[in-house]
Every structure is written in C-alpha cells, then in structure tokens.
T-cell receptor, first 115, second 111 residues
Framework: DTEVTQTPKHLVMGMTNKKSLKCEQHMGHRAMYWYKQKAKKPPELMFV???????INESVPSRFSPECPNSSLLNLHLHALQPEDSALYLC??????????????FGPGTRLLVL | QQPVQSPQAVILREGEDAVINCSSS?????VHWYRQKHGEAPVFLMILLKGGEQKGHEKISASFNEKKQQSSLYLTASQLSYSGTYFC????????????FGQGTTLQVKP
C-alpha cells in the first residue's frame, strides 16, 4: 500500500481566511513533503519534514505554515494568501528520513483557489 | 539548478517508441521519473542511483549516465495509457531529500 491521502480535494478561500490542508500516510514513512504545482509546471518543493522535524524550508513566505503533529500526519496552515498562491498543493512521503535515494509517493493533491 | 528535459512534447501512435531525456548541469546522485496525468498526482515510475544503472519494468526502462549528468526514459510499444506529462526529478549528493523537477515532457499516444 503506497497511499497518501489529502483533504480537502478542492478549497476556495478569500485573502483574509485561515484554512488548513491535511495530509496523511500510514506506510510508516518518516519523511513528508509539501510541494506546490502551478498549471503546466513541475512540482516545486516547499517543505520537508524528517522524523517530524522541519529539515527544509525553501524560503516559503510565512503565510504558509507547516506542521507535523506526528509521523503520519502533515498539515499546511494557510493565512492571508494571495491570488497567485492558487495552485495544486501536493503532499508526498518517503520511507526513511528523506534521503535522495528514497522514492517519494505523492498524494492526489488539494486544488486551491484564492479569491 | 533545474534539469532540462527534451523533447518538450511528443505525439505517438500506439505501438511506437519514444525516448525522453533529462540533463543537468550539476553532478547527480539520483534521478527519479514520474508520470502525471491531467488533474492527477505524479505517479512514480522508477529511480536510478549513481552507478550508471539501467532499470526497467514491462515496456518502460531508463538509464543514468552520471558522468554526462544525463538520464533517459525509454518507452517501447507505447500504449494509450502512457499519455501524460513525464517529469524527471534530480538530486545531488547529500541526504536532504530535495528533488528538483524538470519542466516536463508531454506525451500523447493516439490510436
């Protein structure tokens, strides 16, 4: 089973709203990732959590706040977003602590629209 | 440094073969290949590690030449289900888990 689940599937929010994206995996993976993907573009890494600790932050604006409450769960808290933040947000996980030799398995994504 | 994929797009008839290339200007430790269909998540195809290893399953295989910092994905006897956008993700040395994806190659297989 290589399933990563994400909720919600779609989200529409205003620029003053606060919302959260949720990602879950039950494969025992110890690294989890957030990516942002704009239309017709490749996924871009935002954050990496390794053993529940933030190991990479790709200079993401503070209006995006990640959280890893436990080894199975990853959240992305959104606040005061801009219309240009509209995109597909993908979560991924890998077995170890996030080594470059590990396969990353992606969830179906949350399609976010900021009005 | 984003890897460069070529071609940007390719159209095939069922049963034809295709090669997608991925080149980097930096030394690579691993290359990861994914296929993404419209509106769906990227699906893992294969990973190649430093060592020039060639991998494959069924009619999809790949090679990795770390000296040339290049990888190629080979699709043989293409099927309609192969349609989608193919991304290579590259990683340098270090245990960071950071993948940088190429701009993608759109493959369309027609009956």
């Amino acid at each position: 089973d290589t399933e990563v689940t994400q909720t919600p599937k779609h989200l529409v929010m205003g620029m003053t709203n606060k919302k959260s994206l949720k990602c879950e995996q039950h494969m025992g993976h110890r690294a989890m990732y957030w990516y942002k993907q704009k239309a017709k573009k490749p996924p871009e890494l935002m954050f990496v959590y390794s053993y529940e600790k933030l190991s990479i932050n790709e200079s993401v604006p503070s209006r995006f706040s990640p959280e890893c409450p436990n080894s199975s769960l990853l959240n992305l808290h959104l606040h005061a977003l801009q219309p240009e933040d509209s995109a597909l947000y993908l979560c991924a996980s890998s077995q170890g602590g996030g080594g470059v030799q590990e396969t990353q398995y992606f969830g179906p994504g949350t399609r976010l629209l900021v009005l | 440094q984003q890897p460069v994929q070529s071609p940007q797009a390719v159209i095939l008839r069922e049963g034809e073969d295709a090669v997608i290339n991925c080149s980097s200007s930096k030394a690579l430790y691993s290359v990861h290949w994914y296929r993404q269909k419209h509106g769906e998540a990227p699906v893992f195809l294969m990973i190649l590690l430093k060592g020039g290893e060639q991998k494959g399953h069924e009619k999809i295989s790949a090679s990795f030449n770390e000296k040339k910092q290049q990888s190629s994905l080979y699709l043989t006897a293409s099927q309609l289900s192969y349609s989608g956008t193919y991304f290579c993700g590259t990683a340098g040395s270090g245990n960071t888990g950071k993948l940088i994806f190429g701009q993608g190659t759109t493959l369309q297989v027609k009956p």
